[in-house]
């Protein structure tokens, strides 16, 4: 067993044991239809994690967004994130930047599907006035760390947790933003 088949097994059991009822997982063809809409491919645990533990419904507090599916998606949120810049002006969203959480107040838990890791970022607009790329922060290097940062129940949105809730900006969030 491989350290992600074994952190995929942890994660399941966890959902299992919160969720009294958990969508099934996403299909291959689901998948499939989601990275055509996007436009991009996904990290493969974030593939596996859709596809081997559930369509979102899942994780941190408000729980992982369902890929497609009736009402709110990661698709459909990908989306409207991307297309509510003005024209010509500064985007607020990157492409290839996937959200799967909302945490509420315009905050969003996103995957940088152009890292094979998956960066997990915080997009945080509040008082931010604009100046997006501000927004951005680093919230895991990766969707593994993300993972067994919430199965240990250590991340910066417990109530109890240790650290002083401060994230790094993301680096290339000035980069990536540019005009549209």
């Not at 559930?54 to 409207?80: K, Q």
């Not at 922060?137 to 417990?158: F, K, M, N, P, Q």
């Amino acid at each position: 067993m491989t350290d992600i088949d074994d952190l995929l097994r942890r994660v399941s059991a966890k959902a299992s044991m919160t969720m009294e009822h958990l969508p099934p997982p996403a299909t291959a063809e689901e998948v499939a239809q989601a990275q055509r809409l996007l436009g991009f491919r996904l990290p493969p645990v974030l593939v596996r994690l859709y596809r081997e533990v559930a369509n979102g419904g899942f994780g941190p507090d408000y729980r992982l967004l369902p890929l497609l599916g009736e009402g709110r998606t990661a698709v459909s949120d990908y989306r409207e994130e991307r297309n509510g810049s003005e024209p010509g002006g500064d985007a607020r969203w990157p492409a290839d930047v996937l959200p799967i959480l909302d945490w509420g107040c315009g905050m969003y838990a996103a995957v940088d599907c152009r890292r094979f890791e998956g960066t997990v970022l915080l997009f945080e607009p509040n008082g931010v006035s604009g100046d997006w790329p501000r927004a951005w922060h680093v919230d895991a290097e990766s969707l593994t760390d993300w993972l067994e940062t919430w199965l240990s129940g250590t991340g910066w949105y417990e109530e109890d947790a240790d650290g002083d809730g401060e994230m790094r900006p993301w680096e290339s969030a000035r980069q990536r933003l540019g005009k549209r």
